[in-house]
């Protein structure tokens, strides 16, 4: 009985494709040793081919060229580029860091002067912390809508939502789409 178990295992496809395996290891560096003995042996100077052929590039080759004539385009820096990843290129081809509006700063927002929070989109929710030091409080989260100053009910700082881009409603329907 283990005789015929042991045969089995000599035959299995794992270790037939271990040895096809250990085999192309072993013509590798045949190949590696008779390349490198012929241009080490060769007093003409000889161009060796690498082990590895070249892919297609990430970035484009002349990036660097395009972007100084003026032509800025996602194709032209990244051509894989897709969702936020090609908006963030888009923005910074533009000058702009799409990602300043995620993490306002700025002075506590008064009645008078209320601290601007932008927004893609016509209403978006917003955590204040409070202010510094000893007037921290936890987050207090809520929506701050477009033409609305909303005021903390914890700390009394006002916020004012400055809509950058096209704007509209965060979940893709107007408020006319009633269905």
């Known amino acids: 009985m283990w005789r015929r178990i042991s045969a089995h295992l000599h035959r299995s496809p794992w270790r037939s494709a271990q040895q096809q395996q250990q085999q192309n290891l072993r013509r590798i560096n045949q190949q ?3 390349i490198s003995s012929v241009s080490s042996t060769s007093s003409s100077s000889t ?3 690498p082990p590895f052929q070249k892919t297609t590039p990430l970035f484009s080759q002349h990036s660097d060229t395009i972007l100084s004539k003026g032509k800025k385009t996602v194709e032209d820096v990244m051509p894989i580029a897709t969702g936020h990843e090609r908006e963030e290129i888009e923005a910074a081809l533009q000058g702009k ?3 300043e509006m995620d993490y306002p700063e700025g002075p506590f927002g008064t009645k008078d002067a209320p601290a601007i929070v932008k927004s893609t ?11 510094e030091g000893e007037d921290e409080h936890d987050v207090v989260w809520f929506w701050l809508e477009k033409g609305k100053p909303h005021e903390c009910p914890v700390c009394s700082q006002y916020f004012q939502l400055q ?8 979940d893709g329907h ?6």
């Open 163 to 170: 809509v950058v881009g096209p704007g509209g409603s965060p």
């Open 32 to 34: 590696q040793r008779l």
């Open 97 to 99: 860091n799409l990602l």
């Open 47 to 49: 161009t060796t081919v």
């Open 121 to 131: 989109y016509d209403k978006r929710i917003v955590g204040c912390p409070g202010g």
């Open 174 to 179: 107007g408020d006319d789409d009633h269905h």
